[in-house]
């Protein structure tokens, strides 16, 4: 928690106020989660160097799994993405913030089960703290650009001679060999030079991205693997090691049977497709008459299915339509007979018409239908939190269920440098006068 700018007297109410709201949110968090111990990561402690998304999400998965993940965050600015906004969670009354839009959800999304500490890897006495960290910590995730950290002494080779046990995840946009290592990378960028791009949008339109940065979790989803893999494997050496993931790697590798056909069929790829498939009609979406669904004749029992929920059995036995192959060679005039009937009913009209017939469907929802979904809130993948200083909020849970550990969000996206102090005493033993040093020459916060 940033304190050191405040005169003392509203300093000490301010202080009262956060502290008072801080514990009324860990009381309501203890009444309701599980045992952190059953957890499988419990004991695991990971020191939280990166900022944005594809790092941060990594590290939030294995707070998720237990983890005491503790991040690092600039005493001043914090991650990047606390100031991407709008949308901001507004700060309640007489939370003893300063005035400012909020906390942006953008960081809400990707930070929750994480302590903040707030300190400055510029400052000497900064890096001397983090090096102690890095000491009692078993893993470090960063992802700054190659070499980038040896000016500071947060690289590799020496943290591993400070501590030999240490798994020290780098991500980057290129990795941290090859002729584009020394890039900046973002999700977009790797999304269009890798593949991605190219393949996604309508049939005869330019590429467009991913509606959500994909890449970037993807690379978070590869980056969490691997570091639980290399925890095994130091449980069989007792030594640690230097995870290299790259977005553009993680890009390529999830071109999937795509990559697959192109490397085996030696040619060029068949380009977009939209929400159809390349190789099977009817399978994509259809306009309704207020909105879309989609709709998978995945093979010719199928199709019949359709064709008699649609009210034309007859299309089932027409030459042109009888089988996938000619499907595939007549698709337009198909789907343009197909959206002729859709667009007869609403898209709930369809949704009951087709319940329980054995045929792949859905609607096509927007974000807000989404999560308010019931299949949704029967997983419980919407939950309610109490955010230490905007109160009440709902996030997206952890989404793989166990059967006996419950991974579940234990404690809310922190505030900046909330757990400053906790962490430099509990961890580190230091006293409130040399925290107060540190925080007066800007190293902490």
Not at 47 to 59: E, F, H, K, N, S
Not at 272 to 296: E, M, N, Q
Not at 324 to 346: A, C, F, P, S, Y
Request: neutral net charge.
């Amino acid at each position: 928690m940033s304190i050191s700018f405040l005169r003392p007297a509203r300093q000490a109410s301010n202080l009262c106020r956060q502290y008072a709201s801080f514990n009324r949110a860990s009381r309501r968090h203890l009444a309701t989660a599980p045992d952190p111990s059953s957890l499988p990561l419990a004991g695991i402690k990971v020191l939280d160097m990166t900022r944005v998304l594809a790092g941060p999400y990594c590290t939030q998965i294995l707070g998720d799994l237990g983890a005491e993940v503790i991040k690092i965050e600039h005493p001043v600015r914090g991650d990047d993405t606390r100031a991407w906004g709008p949308p901001y969670a507004t700060h309640s009354e007489g939370d003893g913030k300063p005035a400012g839009p909020g906390e942006a959800a953008y960081f809400l999304a990707a930070n929750r089960n994480k302590k903040s500490l707030g300190v400055s890897f510029a400052h000497p006495s900064g890096v001397e703290i983090l090096h102690r960290l890095a000491k009692e910590c078993d893993v470090l995730v960063e992802n700054y650009l190659p070499k980038s950290l040896q000016k500071y002494g947060m690289d590799y080779e020496t943290l591993s001679k400070i501590n030999p046990q240490l798994i020290y995840a780098s991500i980057t946009g290129y990795g941290q060999t090859g002729p584009y290592s020394n890039r900046p990378g973002y999700d977009v960028m790797v999304e269009a030079e890798f593949g991605l791009m190219h393949i996604t949008g309508e049939r005869d339109r330019p590429p467009v991205k991913v509606g959500v940065a994909v890449t970037d979790l993807t690379t978070g989803l590869y980056t969490s693997n691997a570091i639980m893999a290399a925890l095994i494997a130091r449980g069989k050496t007792g030594r640690g090691q230097h995870i290299d993931a790259a977005l553009s790697d993680c890009q390529v590798a999830t071109l999937a049977n795509i990559a697959s056909s192109a490397l085996i069929s030696g040619k060029k790829d068949s380009g977009r497709w939209g929400t159809a498939h390349p190789s099977i009609v009817p399978y994509k979406g259809f306009k309704t008459a207020d909105g879309d669904i989609l709709l998978g004749g995945g093979n010719d029992k199928l199709y019949g299915i359709l064709c008699q929920k649609l009210g034309k059995p007859e299309w089932a036995t027409d030459e042109r339509f009888n089988t996938n192959g000619v499907r595939v060679k007549n698709r337009e005039l198909l789907e343009d007979m197909i959206e002729t009937e859709t667009k007869r009913r609403t898209t709930q009209e369809w949704l009951d018409l087709l319940e329980g017939c054995g045929m792949p469907y859905a609607a096509i929802n927007d974000i807000q239908t989404t999560l308010n979904h019931e299949h949704v809130k029967a997983r419980n993948m919407v939950v309610e939190v109490d955010h230490p200083t905007c109160g009440p909020m709902k996030l997206v849970n952890t989404p793989v269920k166990y059967s006996d550990s419950k991974p579940s969000i234990r404690s809310p996206p922190p505030t900046l440098g909330q757990h400053t102090d906790e962490i430099l005493k509990d961890m580190l033993g230091m006293s409130d006068a040399d925290i107060e040093s540190l925080k007066g020459e800007g190293a902490a916060a």
